[in-house]
């Protein structure tokens, strides 16, 4: 687990603690260069300048000897650098200095706001240093060194500054509360059942105050939640739905929802092909975002009402299995026809953003990797909904956050494409091959008036290769953007 420490030390390797210092395009020295290569007697600026290679976009890096010492020139990209430069150079920083105990740098220097790049930081390195527990019992891999063990930010006479000594605690909760989310999300299926999920949403929820209760089979029944039941009939470990609640008296509550398939292999329709299959255990990571905001927030003492039903279900065939032409039925009652069994992530979300409309919050955001995100690529999750306000405060807290999103439309007359002669809508159209926008217009029919918004993280909760910085695998997308919306609604 890394530490982290503020310092007004200057900039200066000592023993085994390497030097990390930023540079920006073109190779011009950020933040305590100057006077690192002053103390070292060396000419650092143009040691690094005359590495072809480095232009000082973010993320890369130089190693140079200075004496016994090292110090890591890193290219944080365009001055005066912002906040998610600042995160996607630690992330890099982190990932390519494994193996080196200590580290100390001068990034959270940059840009105008010094507490938001020293949450940043913590941020980055956090995400970084991120490896996934389940790993072979062979020798270990190039590139899987421990990483840092502690950090030193290097930020001046502002070191005992109580601003930033709480953006350090708030990054590294936040740091680490996404790291959480990816574990879940790399979990094993076998080992993460719905009711394994439960139990560990409320085993870290109870650490910090959260009120979780875990519904039955049974309160399901009772509260009619036929998506849930039926999607879930087919496996032999039954299903679960989580409600979270953060209280903050004398408002209605944002409400929060997220898909939390557990394994989907598609059910009777199931997937023909082996590459999607293969890493259908992250067809959960809906339900696990939404619960790390939600115990972050209370980790953070936010007062902010927040309250979150997440639906976990394992989607798989069998004898008792949903069929196609099966008719399934909602809290108040409406119903769906069952076209296709591999789009059962909206008819679990049906369940939860109809009951959650019926006691009318102030909004409501579901999250569920439904689909592609709506052909944005890795960057970025699709997002659609009724309410304008609501969608904006959320595509900008994501774009604080550095988990950035997408607004897609709804268009009205799609609605046709979804009509059944058996039910009030199906779940998936037989007139028009599926996408975001579909999945997004049949949910909207379970908001009624209230407002809510839809975030389709297909694209960025589990990478297939590494991009940008971030190796194959969970991301914990969009839970840093809820969470950095419920900090900007207190």
Known sequence: MVSFRLSSASPRPAGDVVLVLPFHSGGRPGPGVVDAAGRLGIDLVGTVGRVVSFSGAVGEHVLVAAGSSVVVALGVGDSPGSAEQVRGAAMHAARNLRGYPALSTTLAQLGPDRAASVRACVEGFLLGSYRSPFVGSGSAPAGSEDPAGSVLLLVGPSARSSELRQALERGSVVGRAA??????????????????????????????????????????????????????????????????????????????????????????????????????????????????????????????????????????????????????????????????????????????????????????????????????????????GTDPALMRALLDAGQEAGEPGWELPLVPSYLELMRSPVADVVNCSKQAPDSAVLAGTYLRTFAGDVPWVHVDNGSTAYLERAADGWPEGATGSPMRALLRLLERRC
């Open 179 to 384: 790291d959480w989310v990816r574990t879940l999300v790399e979990t094993p299926p076998g080992a993460l059942t719905p009711d394994a999920l439960a139990h560990a949403i409320r085993a870290r929820a109870r650490t910090v105050g959260v009120s979780c209760v875990v519904w039955s089979p049974r309160q399901l029944e009772a509260r009619g939640f036929g998506g849930v039941l039926g999607v879930g009939r087919g496996s032999g470990n039954p299903p679960r739905v989580v409600e979270l609640s953060w209280a903050s008296a004398g408002r209605q509550p944002l409400a929060l929802t997220g898909k939390g398939i557990t394994f989907d292999s598609g059910g009777i329709n199931i997937k023909k092909d082996s590459d999607e299959i293969a890493w259908m255990k992250s067809d959960m990571a809906g339900a696990a975002a939404v619960a790390g905001a939600v115990i972050a927030a209370a980790a953070l003492g936010l007062d902010v009402p927040v309250r979150a039903v997440l639906p976990l279900a394992e989607n798989m065939p069998g004898g008792h299995a949903i069929r196609p032409g099966d008719v399934l039925r909602h809290p108040g009652g409406r119903t769906t026809e069952v076209t296709d069994t591999d789009c059962e992530g909206r008819l679990v979300l049906a369940d939860a953003i109809a009951y959650l409309a019926r006691s009318r919050p102030a909004g409501i955001i579901d999250v569920g990797t439904l689909t592609d995100g709506g052909g944005v690529g890795h960057a970025l999750w699709g997002a659609m």
